[in-house]
């Protein structure tokens, strides 16, 4: 599995935009990239996964660069319901296989 | 609320009890997964089914024994555990076993062993 490193916590101000890193530089080209998030005292949410271009949903924006060694998650417009940790999953995408692992994630706070 | 439930939210069980924890989708997905998450770890993937049958065992001790019935019910049958394994326990699903698709998660079974 590729390796992650993400900022151990942030703060965002209500209503501006956060711009949450991760690096994986040791991701293969057939890997997605899967963010998820878990707010205190849930279990972990999708948010968004991509593979090559930029993704974006209801949810956030995806930004994957060039050589896929790092991506960037976008929340337009922080809340504080956006208070959460968020994961960064590079995961192998072969038939018959099924590795979503979780590291430590980024602790996002959110400051009204 | 994801599609994905959980019983019971939280359980006291002692050491020699025996207990099940239930997980329950009903979004027609083909894989069930649990998980485990301790104080200040990351989420640890235990066992994987697809299509009711297991498809991954990582190196879980045998004082927990997963069971599938069905496509709609997985279950984590816990007996003779321990302190450590006092835990946040996490069922997800998928659709199929290929990691392309979203994962939707329980919000888990807070076990606490005395």
């Known amino acids: 599995d590729a390796k992650t490193t993400q900022p151990n916590s942030m703060e965002s101000n209500e209503e501006e935009p956060v711009h949450l890193p991760c690096n994986h530089s040791?991701?293969?080209?057939?890997?997605?990239i899967h963010w998820y998030r878990q707010l205190p005292s849930q279990g972990p949410e999708y948010v968004i996964h991509g593979l090559t271009s930029n993704v974006n949903n209801r949810m956030a924006s995806l930004a994957i660069a060039e050589d896929r060694k790092s991506s960037t998650l976008i929340l337009h417009r922080a809340t504080l319901r956006d208070a959460a940790v968020y994961y960064c999953?590079?995961?192998?995408?072969?038939?018959?296989?099924?590795?979503?692992?979780f590291g430590k994630g980024t602790k996002l706070s959110v400051i009204p | 609320e994801t599609g994905v439930t959980q019983t019971p939210r939280h359980l006291v069980m002692g050491m020699t009890n025996k207990k099940s924890l239930k997980c329950e989708q009903h979004?027609?997905?083909?894989?069930m997964y649990w998980y485990k998450q301790s104080a200040k770890k990351p989420l640890e993937l235990m066992f994987v089914y697809s299509l009711e049958e297991r498809v991954e065992n990582n190196s879980v001790p045998s004082r927990f024994s997963p069971e599938c019935p069905n496509s709609s019910h997985l279950f984590l049958h816990l007996h003779t555990l321990q302190p450590e394994d006092s835990a946040l326990y996490l069922c997800?699903?998928?659709?199929?076993?290929?990691?392309?698709?979203?994962?939707?998660f329980g919000q888990g079974t807070r076990l606490t062993v005395v």
């Open positions: 040791t991701i293969s080209g057939t890997d997605y």
């Open positions: 999953i590079p995961s192998y995408s072969g038939a018959g296989s099924y590795q979503l692992t």
């Open positions: 997800a699903s998928s659709q199929d076993l290929f990691d392309r698709t979203e994962a939707f």
């Open positions: 979004l027609g997905h083909n894989a």
